[in-house]
Every structure is written in C-alpha cells, then in structure tokens.
C-alpha cells in the first residue's frame, strides 16, 4: 500500500488529500494539521462586514476527512527526514511515507513597526483573527488599515460598513499598486474617499502609538487615532520546515516543476508557500491565490499516488468586490509589460453591464494589453457595476490560448438587453487596440 503524508490542511493540503485518494483509493493518505476547521481565508473580510454568518463558511476537517477515508492527524509537523521518508511532529509522532506533500501555506508579514506588538494590532488569516476583529470592531470608533492590497482594501471596506472611521495607509503611491495600472487604481481611490475613507499614499507608518493597547499611530507627523490597527501587508511563504529538509527555494518559495515535485525525489509541495511561473514571461513568482492553492493542490495529489497532471503557471487573474465597485485583472500590467521591455498597445473601452437604456444598468471600464508585435493579448483590467468576473475569465482563457486582437475582435457573443448590450465589451476593446496599430503602421510608413 503507497503511504501519503501531506502537511498543512488549508485550501492546497487538504485538496491534495481529496485528490489523491479519488485517484488511487488504495492509497493510505494521511493529512497532518494544526487546525481543525477548513474554510477559505479570502471569505473573512465579509464575515467582519456581517455579509457572510462565521458558521456557514467554516467546516470540521476530521469529519472532511473521516467521510473520504483520509487519516486526520491534529499536530503540527515539525521535521521531515527525506533519506528515511519520515516526518516527525511536535507530539513526537512519527509518519513514514511513499510520498510527500508540504502544503505549509503562508504566515502574515509583519512590518517591522515600533508598537506592532500593542493589543488590537491584528492580521487576517484565520477565523480567530476574524473572531477577535469583530469583537474589537463593535466598541471601536476608528481604526487604520496599514496595506492597500486586495485584503487590505477589502477589510477597510467592511469595517466602515460597521460604522467605524477608516484611515487605509499605503507605502505606495496607490492602492493595488503592484495589480492594476495607475489609472485603474484612481477610480478604486476616487470610490474609497466617498465611502468616507481616508487615504494615505505613499507613506509608511513611523509608529504605533499606546501603553498596552493600541491609541493611535503616526505617520507623516501626524498621530492619527485608532482603536484598532489592520495589518494587511501580505503573507510570506511558510517554508521552515522544506529549507531544513534540504528543498530548495527560489525567491522566498519552494521551487517545483511541472508536476509539483521539489528537488527532492517524492517530495511535491502545494499552496501559498510555492512558486509558480508566469504563463506569459516564464519567470518564477509568488501566486498567493486560492485558485493557485487548489489547482496546486489537484496536481501535487495526483502525482503523489501515481497519477498524472500537470501545472502550466500562472496569470494570476483577480477579482474583488470593494462597495459596488467590482474589480478584476490578469496577465500583466503595463507596468509588467515594461519591466519586461515588451511592446505594447492597448485597447480601452467604456460600456455598460446591460444595454444601455435598460434598468439598473452599469458601467464597466475594460483595457485590455496586446504584445505589439506579435498582436497577442497579454493582459486585462476591468473595473465596473457588474459582470466582471465573467470577462476576466474569458480574457485569461484568450491569453492562455495566445488570442490575438483579430481573435478577439471575431469574438461570437450573446446578447438580449436585459443580462448585455449589443456590442461585447472585449470585442470594443480589442477594436480599439486594432485602430491604435494601424495608425502606428501608418505612422512609420509616412517616416520611412
């Protein structure tokens, strides 16, 4: 019988298990985990706004696993013996295996801040930061949000929902700086600042202020009051425990190939603490997303019990829901574009989320990012009402396909007034991009 050990029972670890005991039932799988509840992380921000109830997110990973045949064990690994194939856990237990699956996850970075340690300093990754959050919120008047990410942004959003002052600091010059290009980025700020939303950019926080709870912070001379301080600045790779076992890393992640495996024969790794490389440059990079954690997790656990699978990469497509502002992106940004010196054009469009003189129809703005040269679709950003996530799809698909802007433009869509306008948003997009090319041929005919 094949032995599978998997560490870590988030989103990757425990779709390992699933996974590799449909594909093999024979398997003995056995999942080593320090939590007892599985639930997405990326639902904990609406559970603070009170959109979402705490209990229907999360569900018992023992009664997950008993139901599937997968052996559930409650404590955290601590070594791993590749020459031995063993993994030993903190309650000196010992797990030989076949194969082995490290889905360690990510811890949150904590900016190195005097006065970080203050009570009612928080990060969100689990329910209990969640839960404690929320107790906080409810005798809070203000609070400060240090990160304007997807998280950050997203936690500003449901703690002015609760009725509390926000102020969202950024050392950037703007928010989903590293996301979206800055235009994008302005109508995100423009939206914030009429919720009531302070925005400071470009700054970093000098300290937090307080004796043993947090009373206020300061930044730019300023001594801001918060009863309560966010830290939404990101998570790094958990990979202590691969780095002592001899895994090699690359850029703070645990590199892998194709078929999740590490460099260390039997050894697959999943999730957050994983690089993945980019479907459009072919470089490494960190995709800290869900989708990336589950389709890890898919891979690694097939392979793991001699299956086959593949992981292509990444386009690290999101999507965001902040107020009623709906945001999406995938592929590169042009800052990305740049970075890489590749040629561009774009093509951006203003539409709206339902023919136009129908009821509650919505705007939508979509810029999508062709290779100039080669006229292929690399990247999209869209900010709206509505039906974004559909278009980000759909865009990520043509640049996994290597569309090109005359593929785009032959684009066969629906349509009926009450659900879409009569033109397609991409194929106006695309059209656009279309024109800005032949008026730069054009352009350099007149030169040469």
């Known amino acids: 019988m094949h032995n599978l050990v998997i560490i870590g029972g988030g989103g990757a670890g425990l779709t390992a298990a699933l996974t590799a005991k449909k594909t093999n039932h ?34 018992g990973i023992e009664e997950i696993c008993e139901n599937s045949g997968i052996n559930c064990v409650i404590d955290e690994a601590i070594s791993i013996d590749t020459e031995k194939k063993v993994v030993e856990t903190k309650k000196r237990r010992k797990f030989p295996y076949d194969s082995l699956i490290i889905a360690t996850g990510g ?42 990410g997807a998280v950050g942004l997203e936690v500003a959003a449901a703690l002015t929902k609760l009725g509390l002052k926000v102020t969202l600091v950024e050392m ?20 914030l600042k009429e919720e009531g939303i302070e925005l400071i950019m470009g700054s970093c926080v ?16 300023r001594d801001l009051p918060a009863d309560i301080v966010i830290l939404g600045t990101g998570i790094r790779p958990n990979t202590e425990i691969a780095e ?10 645990i590199k892998t ?13 999943a999730g957050d603490c994983v690089d993945s490389r980019s479907l459009i440059t072919g470089r490494l990079m960190l995709s800290q997303l869900g989708t990336t954690a589950i389709r890890h997790g898919m891979t690694a656990g097939m392979n793991s019990v001699g299956g086959y699978a593949t992981f292509e990469g990444v386009l690290n497509s999101i999507i965001l829901k902040i107020f009623d502002l709906e945001i999406g992106r995938t592929g590169l940004t042009e800052k990305d574009a740049k970075e890489e010196e590749i040629e561009i054009v774009t093509g951006r ?28 679709v690399i990247g999209a950003q869209m900010i709206g009402g509505g039906e974004v996530a559909g278009k980000i799809d759909l865009a990520a698909f043509a640049i996994a396909k290597n569309a090109c802007i005359e593929d785009i433009m032959k684009l066969k869509y629906c349509y009926t007034p009450p659900l879409t306008p009569s ?26």
Do not use: W
């Open 206 to 221: 000098e300290e937090i202020l307080g004796d043993k709870e947090v009373k206020a912070v300061r930044i730019c001379d």
């Open 26 to 59: 024979e398997a003995d799988v056995t999942l080593i985990t320090n939590e007892r509840l599985s639930y997405s992380p990326c639902a904990l921000p609406f559970v603070i706004g009170g959109e979402i109830d705490i209990e229907k997110i999360a569900k």
């Open 172 to 191: 950037f010059d703007h928010v989903l700086s590293r996301c979206l290009d800055e235009e994008f980025s302005e109508i995100i700020e423009q939206k």
């Open 244 to 253: 002592k076992a001899g895994i090699e890393t690359v850029d703070g992640g």
């Open 107 to 148: 811890i949150p970075r904590v900016p190195p801040i005097k006065g970080v340690d203050l009570e009612n300093v928080f990060t969100l990754q689990r329910i209990e930061d969640a839960e404690k959050i929320i107790k906080k919120a409810k005798e809070s008047k203000s609070a400060v949000v240090i990160g304007a």
């Open 423 to 448: 033109h397609n948003a991409l194929v106006l997009a695309a059209e656009n991009a279309f024109k800005k090319l032949r008026r730069i041929k054009e352009e350099r005919k007149r030169r040469f």
């Open 257 to 269: 190939d194709g078929y999740m495996q590490t460099n260390v024969k039997d050894v697959y790794a």
């Open 349 to 376: 469009i203003k539409s709206t989320t339902k023919s136009e003189y129908y009821p509650e129809s919505k705007e939508i703005d979509v810029k999508l990012i062709f290779n100039a040269l080669n006229r292929r």
